[in-house]
């Protein structure tokens, strides 16, 4: 299947750039929309992607394509954190900790935030719906706002509290 390098594809609010290499997904950078357009010509992935992200953003839970993410170049810890991440569902939330024995290493909270602040692959690899235990939490790419966004979108937030499963 051939992906173009770079594609660019927008929701109503949202955007999100695509870089792939060959049919790896390597790096999806997260936005706001602000006013930017679609790739012209979408590869078929990236118009399967979009039309998710559309339906994502009217509140639809969707199912993401299968996507290669090349995740063996990342630490096994990490792999165990993302695999377990992508797990929970759409409208639920797990702490740092939770995530943690969810990937069999109750211990290591804060680790799974550092692999939160570099997931690579945001919203499709969910680490908006990781929540402190005290409240939301940080989130590299947009900030509190995106999160917020997104977890409002998923009937997961309430006047700034998170809803636990």
Same mark, same amino acid.
């Not at 929701?11 to 929309?33: H, M, V, Y």
């Not at 590869?43 to 839970?61: N, T």
């Not at 969707?62 to 569902?89: C, H, N, R, S």
């Given at each position: 299947?051939?992906?173009?390098?770079?594609? /660019?594809? =927008?929701?109503?609010? *949202?955007?999100l750039?695509?870089?792939?290499?060959d049919? !790896?997904l390597? @790096?999806?950078?997260?936005?706001?929309?602000?006013?930017e357009?679609?790739t012209?010509?979408?590869?078929d992935?990236?118009?399967?992607?979009q039309?998710?992200?559309?339906?994502?953003?009217?509140?639809?839970?969707?199912?993401w394509p299968?996507?290669?993410?090349?995740?063996?170049?990342?630490?096994?810890?990490? /792999?165990? =954190?993302?695999?377990? *991440?992508?797990?929970?569902?759409?409208g639920?939330?797990? !702490?740092?900790g @939770?995530?943690a024995a969810?990937?069999?290493?109750?211990?290591?909270?804060?680790?799974?935030?550092?692999?939160?602040?570099?997931?690579?692959?945001?919203?499709?690899?969910?680490?908006?719906r990781?929540?402190?235990?005290?409240?939301?939490g940080?989130?590299?790419?947009?900030?509190?706002?995106?999160?917020r966004?997104?977890?409002?979108?998923?009937?997961?937030?309430?006047?700034?509290k998170?809803?636990?499963?």
């Amino acid at each position: 299947m051939y992906l173009p390098e770079i594609e /660019q594809i =927008v929701g109503n609010k *949202l955007r999100l750039i695509l870089n792939w290499q060959d049919d !790896t997904l390597t @790096e999806i950078s997260l936005q706001w929309a602000d006013g930017e357009s679609a790739t012209e010509e979408l590869s078929d992935m990236g118009k399967q992607l979009q039309d998710c992200l559309l339906r994502y953003e009217a509140g639809e839970p969707v199912q993401w394509p299968d996507i290669y993410f090349a995740l063996e170049k990342m630490t096994p810890f990490g /792999q165990k =954190v993302l695999t377990a *991440l992508m797990q929970v569902p759409y409208g639920k939330t797990v !702490t740092y900790g @939770e995530l943690a024995a969810l990937a069999g290493s109750p211990n290591a909270a804060r680790g799974v935030g550092q692999v939160m602040a570099r997931n690579r692959w945001p919203l499709i690899i969910p680490c908006h719906r990781v929540v402190s235990a005290s409240g939301l939490g940080g989130f590299s790419a947009q900030g509190l706002d995106m999160k917020r966004y997104l977890l409002d979108i998923e009937g997961v937030l309430h006047l700034g509290k998170s809803k636990r499963n």
